[in-house]
């Protein structure tokens, strides 16, 4: 496989699991906030409860994190000459190419 499509299912990838991610984290910090009180254990919303959504929220998150370590993987080159890439004068081509 090309490494311009290994790139692009990647980051794909993060796209596909960044979005259930960021909703369960809204969901969990502005309608089911942790903390004490009668009932907190069992609070639902959408019918899955607050454990539920944590679990979720954590299994998405983990597989975001190790599509994004794969992502700077694949562009360690680019990352490793930066300088060399951001820097006036003279630039080389294939080390400056995402």
Known sequence: MRRIT????????????????FVSGVVLFFFLPSGGG???????????FRDQWLTMHNYWSLAFSA???IHLILHWMYFRNIRKCLSPGKKEAETCDP
């Open 6 to 21: 290994v790139n692009a299912l990647i980051d794909i990838g993060c796209l596909i699991t960044f979005i259930p991610s």
């Open 38 to 48: 009668r009932g907190a254990g069992h609070a639902v919303w959408l019918g899955l």
């Open 67 to 69: 599509l994004i370590i």
